[in-house]
């Protein structure tokens, strides 16, 4: 049964439900619990922004707390994803990636090709995204478009509490190192989620909106401000199809090339730097496989190619706003 | 102790530790407000531990900070009222209002930057340092970093390198208990961070860091060292922080009155005012009369951050690269 629950719970229930199904399932990462050694309440965080609360008690020896050395317990993780866990491991902000990229693409990512098809790493690993939270330049980066670009990767970008859950699941039980990228302003946002457990598969876009007049790609928060976006146009007159591709690694390429051989325009809006993003990457795709289609240029609606700011003002102007989305998509429809 | 520093040296210490204190507490409240956008780390109970160290230093010196960075820019000399108005957002920030609390900086004043990536001072450091020793200036480098940064690689790689180079470093390990929750005599594998020193061919050295003069001594054989060629330091300052990882921690994960009684026990402001107050060479009324200044200070760098202007739209796409 569905009831509403924020897009943090589902992400937590989907944990949860696995571990319980799986006893390979672990979970580690900096105070995934909270408070090992100290002197108060143990489970103290569940997670800097609380999402793993709850599980240090339910699933005992299961949640591991780190040492901040990223290299260290990523690695450790891909490891033991060598040999029978399916751990979840979380790297706090995606930022600090730089920290323990090694690992994860030298290492998980090239294990499978490198050693002739015989390794198996099904690792997890969950990373927060995003500007939003005037965390300044080091907290609030996207960077999927980074884990993309890696052949050997799966990248997750859920839109929606459901899909959160669903993706999630799916991110577990699959056999390869997969980066599930969480926006950290949709922990708090609301939708129906299946008390059950479910999976959402890989490489399946949903269309969350059907129109005719123009296609809007979107990825992870980028999808609510398409569809604010959206709403307005439509009392313009113009139909949106938007469409949340869910995974960039697999991409489901079939379902945004039929969108735009039918509509004929194409705006792609990603959080992402716009050089070499899933943007460019999505209307790149489009120009060289249904060119003919295309009845107008393709707008792209992304941060400017500069660092997240602190200054609200400019953390304002950087990330992509639902007017933005807006005023692509008319010069899209308008042009002729 | 007053035998290394005289009488101003002394007001000097005190009006830095000072400084930061009031300006801790006063972030602390204007953040309850909701007013202070953004991640805030502060500083407060630990102000010895900057001011100890960077007593030694003179402008062309360099810094290295973390997250937890007020303290040390305050003692490295960055202008207070710069600082707030970073902290606010505001244009006339120390970084313009791109970088907030986590990452001020002044170059011109030695100071490489609050930091935050945990660890990501160590590696910048052993570079500073290199420049220094291939000038031959005389200059150091100080990496400050904490308990939790202490098991980063970074870290432990930068240790070794600055052997390794023999350089004139100091990687100063502000051991406050914890990495946000995780007690660091769970996260850390020996018993003192300081241990790990001769495993890098380094000295190692622990210091109580709410004794002011124990900091003060111990950074300065240290910095004596690496000016002199000696080579690279570790010094471990134990120590406690007075309020939760970041504003808005409901710590609960630390002992019920902990910070209370190391505040009413050990707090270094109070036991530096004791110990240069008992001699009478430096009275109560001088170190009031600090107190008054350093508030006013303060008060003004909140009214003026309050008042001044935010950046412009404009500038939300200068100052990516030098050149274009
Ligand atoms: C590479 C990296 N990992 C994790 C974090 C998140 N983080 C910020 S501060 C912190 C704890 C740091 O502890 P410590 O080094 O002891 O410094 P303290 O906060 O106690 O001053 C963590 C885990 C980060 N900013 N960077
Ligand atoms: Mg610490």
Redesign the interface.
């Given at each position: 049964m569905a009831r509403k629950i924020t897009y943090q719970q589902a992400i937590n229930e989907a944990l949860d439900q696995e571990m319980q199904r799986d006893p390979t399932v672990i979970i580690m990462g900096?105070?995934n619990a909270?408070?090992?050694?100290?002197?108060?309440?143990?489970d103290?965080?569940g997670g800097?922004l609380g999402v793993t609360k709850g599980l240090y008690h339910k699933h005992p020896g299961r949640v591991l707390?780190t040492?901040?050395?990223?290299?260290?317990f990523i690695g450790a993780a891909i490891g033991a994803a060598c040999n029978g866990m399916r751990p979840v491991a979380e790297l706090m902000f995606v930022?600090?990636m730089?920290?323990c990229f090694d690992q994860i693409f030298n290492q998980a990512a090239k294990f499978k090709y490198m050693f002739g098809g015989k390794a198996e790493t099904p690792v997890v690993i969950r990373t927060m995204y995003g500007a939003g939270?005037?965390?300044?330049?080091?907290?609030s980066q996207c960077l999927y478009s980074l884990f993309t670009h890696v052949p050997g990767l799966k990248v997750v970008l859920p839109s929606n509490p459901y899909d959160a859950k669903g993706l999630l699941i799916q991110s577990i039980r699959d056999n390869d190192p997969v980066i599930f990228c969480e926006n950290k302003i949709l922990y708090t946002m609301e939708g129906d989620v299946p008390e059950e457990s479910y999976v959402v598969p890989f490489g399946e876009a949903a269309v969350v909106r059907e129109g005719d007049d123009v296609t809007i790609v979107a990825f992870g928060r980028m999808v609510s401000m398409a569809q604010e976006a959206a709403d307005a146009l439509q009392k313009s007159g113009i139909h949106c199809e938007i469409i949340d591709p869910r995974t960039t690694s697999p991409l489901d390429e079939e379902t945004i090339l039929e969108s735009v051989e039918k509509t004929g325009r194409l705006v792609v809006v990603d959080e992402s730097n716009p050089r070499c993003s899933m943007a460019g990457d999505i209307a790149g795709l489009v120009a060289r496989k249904v060119f003919g289609s295309l009845k107008a240029p393709i707008e792209q609606v992304t941060a400017?190619?500069?660092?997240p700011?602190?200054?609200?003002?400019?953390e304002d102007?950087?990330v992509p706003n639902a007017a933005k989305v807006e005023s692509a998509v008319t010069r899209v429809a308008e042009y002729t | 102790m007053s035998k290394t520093l005289n009488r101003e040296g002394l007001l000097e210490a005190y009006r830095t530790m000072r400084t930061i204190r009031e300006f801790e507490e006063r972030v602390h409240t204007d953040f309850a407000t909701g007013e202070i956008?953004?991640?805030v780390h502060l500083y407060a109970g630990e102000e010895a531990s900057a001011t100890g160290v960077c007593m030694h230093l003179k402008g062309k010196d360099c810094i290295a900070s973390t997250h937890r960075g007020h303290g040390h820019c305050i003692a490295k000399g960055v202008d207070p009222i710069e600082m707030m108005a970073e902290i606010w957002?505001?244009?006339t920030g120390s970084?313009k209002?791109?970088?907030?609390s986590?990452?001020i900086a002044d170059l011109s004043k030695g100071m490489l930057g609050a930091?935050?990536?945990?660890?990501g001072g160590g590696p910048l450091i052993c570079g500073t340092a290199l420049a220094s020793k291939m000038r031959g200036d005389k200059t150091v480098g100080i990496c400050f970093f904490g308990d939790?940064?202490s098991?980063?690689?970074?870290i432990l790689e930068a240790m070794n390198l600055a052997t390794v180079w023999s350089l004139p470093a100091v990687f100063v390990a502000e051991n406050n208990g914890?990495?946000?929750?995780?007690?660091?005599?769970?996260?850390?594998s020996c018993d003192n961070i300081a241990d790990r020193a001769s495993a890098f061919g380094m000295p190692g050295v622990i210091v109580d860091g709410f004794d002011f003069f124990a900091v003060y001594e111990a950074a300065g054989e240290a910095i004596k060292r690496a000016r002199e060629g000696g080579g690279p330091t570790l010094v471990e300052v134990k120590v406690s922080r007075y309020y939760g990882h970041f504003e808005g921690d409901q710590?609960?994960?630390?002992?019920?009155g902990?910070v209370k009684k190391l505040r009413e026990e050990k707090d270094c402001l109070m036991q530096f005012r004791r110990h240069v107050t008992a001699d009478g060479e430096i009275s109560n009324a001088d170190l009031d009369a600090i107190d008054s200044e350093v508030l006013a200070l303060i008060n003004e760098s909140v009214v003026r951050a309050k008042a001044d202007p935010?950046?412009e739209?404009a500038?939300?796409?200068t100052d990516?690269y030098v050149s274009y």
């Amino acid at each position: 049964m569905a009831r509403k629950i924020t897009y943090q719970q589902a992400i937590n229930e989907a944990l949860d439900q696995e571990m319980q199904r799986d006893p390979t399932v672990i979970i580690m990462g900096e105070d995934n619990a909270g408070g090992e050694g100290s002197p108060g309440e143990m489970d103290a965080w569940g997670g800097v922004l609380g999402v793993t609360k709850g599980l240090y008690h339910k699933h005992p020896g299961r949640v591991l707390d780190t040492p901040i050395s990223e290299s260290g317990f990523i690695g450790a993780a891909i490891g033991a994803a060598c040999n029978g866990m399916r751990p979840v491991a979380e790297l706090m902000f995606v930022d600090f990636m730089g920290v323990c990229f090694d690992q994860i693409f030298n290492q998980a990512a090239k294990f499978k090709y490198m050693f002739g098809g015989k390794a198996e790493t099904p690792v997890v690993i969950r990373t927060m995204y995003g500007a939003g939270f005037r965390a300044a330049a080091q907290h609030s980066q996207c960077l999927y478009s980074l884990f993309t670009h890696v052949p050997g990767l799966k990248v997750v970008l859920p839109s929606n509490p459901y899909d959160a859950k669903g993706l999630l699941i799916q991110s577990i039980r699959d056999n390869d190192p997969v980066i599930f990228c969480e926006n950290k302003i949709l922990y708090t946002m609301e939708g129906d989620v299946p008390e059950e457990s479910y999976v959402v598969p890989f490489g399946e876009a949903a269309v969350v909106r059907e129109g005719d007049d123009v296609t809007i790609v979107a990825f992870g928060r980028m999808v609510s401000m398409a569809q604010e976006a959206a709403d307005a146009l439509q009392k313009s007159g113009i139909h949106c199809e938007i469409i949340d591709p869910r995974t960039t690694s697999p991409l489901d390429e079939e379902t945004i090339l039929e969108s735009v051989e039918k509509t004929g325009r194409l705006v792609v809006v990603d959080e992402s730097n716009p050089r070499c993003s899933m943007a460019g990457d999505i209307a790149g795709l489009v120009a060289r496989k249904v060119f003919g289609s295309l009845k107008a240029p393709i707008e792209q609606v992304t941060a400017p190619h500069v660092p997240p700011p602190f200054s609200d003002v400019l953390e304002d102007l950087y990330v992509p706003n639902a007017a933005k989305v807006e005023s692509a998509v008319t010069r899209v429809a308008e042009y002729t | 102790m007053s035998k290394t520093l005289n009488r101003e040296g002394l007001l000097e210490a005190y009006r830095t530790m000072r400084t930061i204190r009031e300006f801790e507490e006063r972030v602390h409240t204007d953040f309850a407000t909701g007013e202070i956008p953004g991640f805030v780390h502060l500083y407060a109970g630990e102000e010895a531990s900057a001011t100890g160290v960077c007593m030694h230093l003179k402008g062309k010196d360099c810094i290295a900070s973390t997250h937890r960075g007020h303290g040390h820019c305050i003692a490295k000399g960055v202008d207070p009222i710069e600082m707030m108005a970073e902290i606010w957002g505001k244009s006339t920030g120390s970084c313009k209002g791109k970088g907030g609390s986590m990452h001020i900086a002044d170059l011109s004043k030695g100071m490489l930057g609050a930091n935050g990536i945990v660890g990501g001072g160590g590696p910048l450091i052993c570079g500073t340092a290199l420049a220094s020793k291939m000038r031959g200036d005389k200059t150091v480098g100080i990496c400050f970093f904490g308990d939790g940064a202490s098991n980063q690689g970074t870290i432990l790689e930068a240790m070794n390198l600055a052997t390794v180079w023999s350089l004139p470093a100091v990687f100063v390990a502000e051991n406050n208990g914890y990495a946000e929750t995780t007690s660091s005599s769970w996260s850390v594998s020996c018993d003192n961070i300081a241990d790990r020193a001769s495993a890098f061919g380094m000295p190692g050295v622990i210091v109580d860091g709410f004794d002011f003069f124990a900091v003060y001594e111990a950074a300065g054989e240290a910095i004596k060292r690496a000016r002199e060629g000696g080579g690279p330091t570790l010094v471990e300052v134990k120590v406690s922080r007075y309020y939760g990882h970041f504003e808005g921690d409901q710590q609960t994960y630390r002992a019920d009155g902990e910070v209370k009684k190391l505040r009413e026990e050990k707090d270094c402001l109070m036991q530096f005012r004791r110990h240069v107050t008992a001699d009478g060479e430096i009275s109560n009324a001088d170190l009031d009369a600090i107190d008054s200044e350093v508030l006013a200070l303060i008060n003004e760098s909140v009214v003026r951050a309050k008042a001044d202007p935010k950046p412009e739209a404009a500038d939300l796409l200068t100052d990516v690269y030098v050149s274009y």
